[in-house]
Nanobody
Framework: VQLQAFGGGLVQAGGSLRLSCAAS????????MGWFRQTPSKEREFVGA????????KYTDSVKGRFTISRDNAKNTVYLQMNSLKPEDTAVYYC???????????????????WGQGTLVTVSS
C-alpha cells in the first residue's frame, strides 16, 4: 500500500489542523493505521493509532483530549484532527500502515510496514 499524507501547515497556538493520509489499493480496510511525528532533536514519536474498523483507537498521553484519529474506509483515508495545538506539537507528521495486528491500534513504529512521506506541522506561539 502507498500512503500520502497532507494537510500540514502553519497555525497559531490554540488553533486546529486536520491531517489526511490517502492510501492506494483496495485493501486499505485490512490495515491498522497510525500517526507518528518527528523533530530534528527528537526520535520518532507515536501520536495515535486506529484499528482496521475504526472501532478502537489509542493515543499518546500528550495529545489525549486534543487529537482525534478517524478513518473512512470507503475513501481509503485516515485522518488526524488536531485541536488546541501547542508549539511542542511542531513536527513532521507521518502516517503508517500495519497488517500484523490490524484489529489493534499499535503504538510501536516497528509494527508498521508502510510509511507515507510526512507533512510538516508548525505551531507558532
Amino acid at each position: 500500500v502507498q500512503l500520502q499524507a497532507f494537510g500540514g501547515g502553519l497555525v497559531q497556538a490554540g488553533g486546529s489542523l486536520r491531517l489526511s493520509c490517502a492510501a492506494s489499493g483496495r485493501t486499505f480496510s485490512t490495515y491498522g493505521m497510525g500517526w507518528f511525528r518527528q523533530t530534528p532533536s527528537k526520535e520518532r514519536e507515536f501520536v495515535g493509532a486506529i484499528n482496521w474498523s475504526g472501532g478502537s483507537t489509542k493515543y499518546t498521553d500528550s495529545v489525549k483530549g486534543r487529537f482525534t484519529i478517524s478513518r473512512d474506509n470507503a475513501k481509503n483515508t485516515v485522518y488526524l484532527q488536531m485541536n488546541s495545538l501547542k508549539p511542542e506539537d511542531t513536527a513532521v507528521y507521518y502516517c503508517a500502515a500495519q497488517d500484523s495486528y490490524p484489529g489493534n491500534p499499535m503504538p510501536r513504529g516497528s509494527e508498521y510496514r508502510y510509511w507515507g512521506q510526512g507533512t510538516l506541522v508548525t505551531v507558532s506561539s
